[in-house]
């Protein structure tokens, strides 16, 4: 089985443009809020290119965000920079730091933490239970006693439809014009979802194509409820959307916030 960090360097130049013509910036205003009650720095979990993290720290949350991907770190990196050189007069209050590492092994002291969010599915990139497991024991040795995990699943991975080759985006990026052509597979005796991507990147009269593979393991709330208990949490809230919502098996989100016992 290939790994789930697998695929993200590659999609690194991609994310955010894709990201801005599905998700957006939706759940950033959520995550402002949850973060804002921390009393303390905040770690996110897969914080990719700063989507989440850069936003949460120009609202003056001390957050480290940690990572696998080199390539998702340099854009991250830059785009802080962008926000340092743009806000002068909030430099003072801006507290941010990358981390390259593997959230299976978190290289942070005990108790370091009164806050962990891992939000936009990125726990579903552990595609072996053993990686779930040894995420949640990670997470649990560095929040402290009494702190906040904030999980955001994506529904609706598992529920898509087998197909190959489908134009599913394109637009101008920069220069470039891209497409995205996509063919997705199921393995439903293992809960993954494979989404093979394909950027058709024109340039004039150059075309390239890019190529790679993203895996993801989906459980249901019931199933990471009782995986967070066995970690040391105790569930506090599930949640339906980003305004507040109660959960249900409808639900277009599934964010849960435990507490650590």
Do not use: C
């Not at 994310?15 to 973060?35: I, S």
């Not at 995986?227 to 277009?252: H, I, K, P, Q």
């Amino acid at each position: 089985m290939r790994e789930g960090w697998e695929g993200w360097d590659e999609y690194a130049p991609f994310y955010d443009w894709e990201n801005a013509r599905t998700l957006g910036r939706r759940d950033v205003p959520f995550w402002r809020r949850v973060a804002s009650r921390a009393n303390g720095p905040v770690l996110e979990l897969g914080s990719g290119t700063g989507r989440v993290t850069v936003p949460l720290a120009k609202a003056g949350v001390n957050i480290v965000g940690v990572d696998r991907s080199a390539a998702m770190l340099d854009r991250s990196a830059e785009a802080s920079r962008s926000i340092f050189r743009s806000a002068e007069a909030s430099r003072s209050t801006m507290s941010i730091a990358f981390v390259r590492a593997d959230i299976r092994a978190l290289p942070f002291a005990d108790a370091a933490f009164p806050m962990v969010i891992a939000p936009y599915g990125i726990l579903q990139s552990l595609i072996r239970p053993n990686d779930l497991t040894a995420t949640l024991a990670s997470v649990a040795r560095v929040v402290a006693r009494g702190g906040l995990f904030g999980i955001d699943l994506v529904p609706d991975v598992p529920n898509w439809r087998e197909y190959r080759d489908r134009v599913q985006l394109r637009g101008r990026n920069g220069g470039a014009h891209l497409t995205l052509v996509e063919s997705v597979s199921q393995d439903r005796r293992r809960s993954l979802t494979t989404f093979e991507q394909r950027y058709i990147e024109r340039r004039g009269r150059e075309t390239r194509e890019h190529r790679f593979e993203l895996t993801f393991r989906t459980l249901t709330v019931p199933q990471m409820t009782r995986r967070l208990e066995r970690a040391g949490f105790a569930v506090e809230s599930v949640l339906g959307d980003y305004r507040g919502r109660s959960w249900d098996a409808r639900a277009d989100v599934w964010i849960i916030l435990a507490k650590r016992v």
